[in-house]
Each structure stands twice: as structure tokens, then as C-alpha cells.
């Protein structure tokens, strides 16, 4: 006979372990790979080697009482031209699209690549994903985005969430950036929870006031 105390414990251990794949798209060459080994590692180098295909990495967070996994998922800048993207999208529950702000043609791509990504992947409920749009490079110039106004509507225009300036090498806005995805990750998930079993929600789960303690070294 099953203890009813034990499938409880066991339910709310369940709870508070979340694992959200989470893709980092962009052009060749915007420092994608550099932003998640900053995030994930703390570390920064100007000799990474060109992504070729997809490469992962996992982070931890503790999340007030949850422990949230990431899986980042580093795909290759020219991979929007190969028909392997549908296949690495699967499963996504959000997603960084990043751009050179010293290039404006990973500026210009960003819309492409967001369409591609719409095109491929949905949730459950019919929506995209969330998404934010990192102006990576930020240390070596702010003239693409100085009029935050104007990035405020491309993002409200073509579906982002949000925006931030980052920089791997001086680790600016990352782990901020990677917050505020997480918390709408979680948001879009208790949505699509609550339209699935509507009365079984608990009232801790469904609050969406959750904020991560600190980036783990």
C-alpha cells in the first residue's frame, strides 16, 4: 500500500526539480560560445574555435526552494541554412538570439533567425518560445543601441521578451539576462500547467515572484 505521506514528499521533490532547454542561436561568430562559457564556467577567451554543429553545456541554479537545470544549447551560427535546426529546437522552453553589436549584419539576421525559430517550434498552448535578444560585445561599442526606445519596439515588433546589452569579456548583464529568461520560462509554464489541470496547481508552484540567489562560479 502506497504511504500517502511519502507520494506526498515524493510530488513536491518533483516540484522543485526543473530542467528547461534553452537554445543560444545567432550568427558565426557574435560570441555565443563565449557567453555561455562565461555564464556556465566564469571564464573567458579570445582563441574559441568556430561551433560546428551544436555543443552543450549545463548550468545549476538554486531558485529560491528549486533547483532549475539548464541545458544550453551552442548551435552553430551557419546551421539556419541546414535543415538539422528543427531537430536541435525540439523540446526548447526558451531561447537567447544573439547579435554583434560592431556588425550590423548579425543585427539584420536576427529577424531571420527568430522567424526560423518560430517556424520550427511552438509550445503546447500554440505560443513561441520565450526569447531574448542579447547585443553581445557591448564593451567594444554602444552605437546600435544607444536608442534603448527603438530596441524596446524591435523586440515588442518581432516577438522578444526582452533585451540586454552583454559582454563575455567583462561578464556585463549575463547572468541577468539569463534570470529574466528563467523567470519566463517558468511563467509560461505554469500557464500552460494551469490550462492542462486548472485545479491541481499548488498555490507555491503558481508563484511567479521567484528570483535565483546568485550565478553559481
Given at each position: 500500500?502506497?504511504?500517502?505521506?511519502?507520494?506526498?514528499?515524493?510530488?513536491?521533490?518533483?516540484?522543485?526539480?526543473?530542467?528547461?532547454?534553452?537554445?543560444?542561436?545567432?550568427?558565426?561568430?557574435?560570441?555565443?560560445?563565449?557567453?555561455?562559457?562565461?555564464?556556465?564556467?566564469?571564464?573567458?577567451?579570445?582563441?574559441?574555435?568556430?561551433?560546428?554543429?551544436?555543443?552543450?553545456?549545463?548550468?545549476?541554479?538554486?531558485?529560491?526552494?528549486?533547483?532549475?537545470?539548464?541545458?544550453?544549447?551552442?548551435?552553430?551560427?551557419?546551421?539556419?541554412?541546414?535543415?538539422?535546426?528543427?531537430?536541435?529546437?525540439?523540446?526548447?522552453?526558451?531561447?537567447?538570439?544573439?547579435?554583434?553589436?560592431?556588425?550590423?549584419?548579425?543585427?539584420?539576421?536576427?529577424?531571420?533567425?527568430?522567424?526560423?525559430?518560430?517556424?520550427?517550434?511552438?509550445?503546447?498552448?500554440?505560443?513561441?518560445?520565450?526569447?531574448?535578444?542579447?547585443?553581445?560585445?557591448c564593451d567594444q561599442g554602444r552605437e546600435m543601441?544607444?536608442?534603448?526606445?527603438?530596441?524596446?519596439?524591435?523586440?515588442?515588433?518581432?516577438?522578444?521578451?526582452?533585451?540586454?546589452?552583454?559582454?563575455?569579456?567583462?561578464?556585463?548583464?549575463?547572468?541577468?539576462?539569463?534570470?529574466?529568461?528563467?523567470?519566463?520560462?517558468?511563467?509560461?509554464?505554469?500557464?500552460?500547467?494551469?490550462?492542462?489541470?486548472?485545479?491541481?496547481?499548488?498555490?507555491?508552484?503558481?508563484?511567479?515572484?521567484?528570483?535565483?540567489?546568485?550565478?553559481?562560479?
Open positions: 500500500m502506497t504511504n500517502i505521506s511519502s507520494y506526498s514528499n515524493g510530488m513536491q521533490n518533483l516540484r522543485k526539480e526543473h530542467l528547461y532547454k534553452v537554445l543560444v542561436i545567432g550568427d558565426l561568430g557574435v560570441g555565443k560560445t563565449s557567453i555561455i562559457r562565461r555564464y556556465v564556467h566564469q571564464t573567458y577567451s579570445t582563441n574559441y574555435r568556430a561551433t560546428i554543429g551544436v555543443d552543450f553545456a549545463l548550468k545549476v541554479l538554486n531558485w529560491n526552494s528549486k533547483t532549475i537545470r539548464l541545458q544550453l544549447w551552442d548551435i552553430a551560427g551557419q546551421e539556419r541554412f541546414g535543415n538539422m535546426t528543427r531537430v536541435y529546437y525540439r523540446e526548447a522552453m526558451g531561447a537567447f538570439i544573439v547579435y554583434d553589436v560592431t556588425r550590423h549584419s548579425t543585427f539584420e539576421a536576427v529577424v531571420k533567425w527568430k522567424e526560423d525559430l518560430d517556424s520550427k517550434l511552438t509550445l503546447a498552448d500554440g505560443q513561441s518560445i520565450a526569447t531574448v535578444l542579447l547585443a553581445n560585445k543601441t544607444s536608442n534603448g526606445i527603438k530596441m524596446d519596439q524591435f523586440c515588442k515588433d518581432h516577438g522578444f521578451v526582452g533585451w540586454f546589452e552583454t559582454s563575455a569579456k567583462d561578464n556585463q548583464n549575463i547572468c541577468e539576462a539569463a534570470n529574466f529568461l528563467v523567470k519566463h520560462i517558468m511563467a509560461t509554464e505554469n500557464e500552460i500547467l494551469k490550462s492542462v489541470i486548472p485545479d491541481t496547481i499548488s498555490p507555491q508552484y503558481n508563484n511567479r515572484q521567484s528570483s535565483c540567489s546568485s550565478c553559481l562560479k
